[in-house]
């Protein structure tokens, strides 16, 4: 069982930046692809971010690409969210998450972190 928990979120203006962390515990750290995900009030949870097992394939989503940028450190079983020009639209709770394999699945979630941006 993989446990995962998410920090860093918090109150910014807009066009700020905030950092996001996912510390992992319980499993294999390298053995899963890690995602970050985030659910407006009112809309459908969105994926933002995927990266490899090794931290060498990243994929973004439309929304978010040259702002946001993910990041691992296997090493301290963490998983990074940088997050950079942040608009009003990009407030919601953010939530990473792991999977065994790179596509569509996730395996284990965290309990999400709230961003809020501020006009």
């Known amino acids: 069982q993989v446990r995962l928990v998410e920090s860093g979120g918090g109150l910014v203006q807009a066009g700020g930046s905030l950092r996001l962390s996912c510390a992992a515990s319980g499993g294999t750290f390298s053995s899963y692809v890690m995602k970050w995900f985030r659910q407006a009030p009112g809309k459908e949870r969105e994926s933002l971010a995927t990266?490899?097992?090794?931290?060498?394939?990243?994929s973004y989503a439309d929304s978010v690409k040259g702002r946001f940028t993910i990041s691992r450190d296997n090493a301290k079983n963490t998983v990074y969210l940088q997050m950079n020009s942040l608009t009003p639209e990009d407030t919601a709770v953010y939530f990473c998450?792991?999977?065994?394999?790179w596509g569509r699945g996730v395996d284990y979630w965290g309990q999400g972190t709230q961003v809020t941006v501020s006009s």
């Open positions: 990266i490899s097992w090794s931290g060498d394939i990243t």
């Open positions: 998450a792991a999977s065994l394999t």
